[in-house]
């Protein structure tokens, strides 16, 4: 047996050790996987609050889904909709009601730490109005799903023909803070297409590619 065979056969030797080993390492992941990524965000933003309790469809803000590659981050214009009105946990404005009560006076405009940081990215002032001395400025999401630059994948086929939204990210409606639930890898997209087009996708019949040009051009 010459060197080089050696080599090659504790160079293979050493490869199924290490692949024997990963199931083991609990939080190892392949370069390029990112689950259970949940990084801190700019403002404290609870999707179980706002798609669990308050049952907002996922759509309303990442309106982008269902018309374009890329389901986008909902503009702070989105989010002032309802926080034009919505100041401050409904708990804080009845205590803030409650003292006012005791102390006979009006009750104070209660303004949360975290929706204050909206109102300061579209630089209003405490009356809801543009305030010169500020400067408008994008809040600085942290993008948490991320696919390889070589992998094309469109939101719409997706949602257009029903595919829920918690099949790729996981039950969003629970979490505090998101949390990337999925490996997002080849074989979580190619089992899911042949799961689809075996069992059908909600009650129709699908043919979901697994064709290597469907998702790399």
Request: glycine share 6%.
């Amino acid at each position: 047996m010459n060197t080089r065979t050696i080599t090659n056969l504790l160079l293979v030797g050493i490869a199924l050790s290490i692949l024997a080993l990963l199931p083991k390492l609990s939080g190892f992941h392949l370069p390029g996987n990112q689950q259970d990524y949940q990084p801190a965000q700019p403002i404290a933003f609870s999707h179980r609050l706002h798609a669990g309790e308050l049952s907002v469809q996922c759509l309303y803000c990442h309106s982008g889904a269902e018309r374009s590659r890329h389901a986008g981050i909902p503009s702070t214009s989105v989010c002032m909709n309802c926080h034009r009105f919505v100041t401050t946990t409904f708990g804080a404005v009845r205590a803030e009601d409650e003292l006012a009560q005791k102390e006979k006076r009006d009750p104070r405009r209660i303004v949360s730490p975290e929706i204050q940081k909206i109102y300061d990215a579209m630089a209003l002032d405490a009356s809801m109005n543009p305030d010169r001395s500020k400067s408008i400025k994008p809040v600085s999401w942290t993008r948490i799903h991320n696919l390889p630059d070589f992998v094309y994948f469109d939101h719409r086929r997706h949602v257009n023909v029903g595919v829920e939204c918690q099949r790729c990210h996981g039950p969003v409606e629970t979490m505090e803070r998101v949390t990337q639930v999925t490996d997002l890898s080849m074989g979580f997209c190619v089992n899911c297409h042949r799961d689809a087009t075996k069992n059908g996708l909600n009650g129709k019949t699908v043919s979901a590619s697994i064709d290597c040009a469907g998702c790399h051009y």
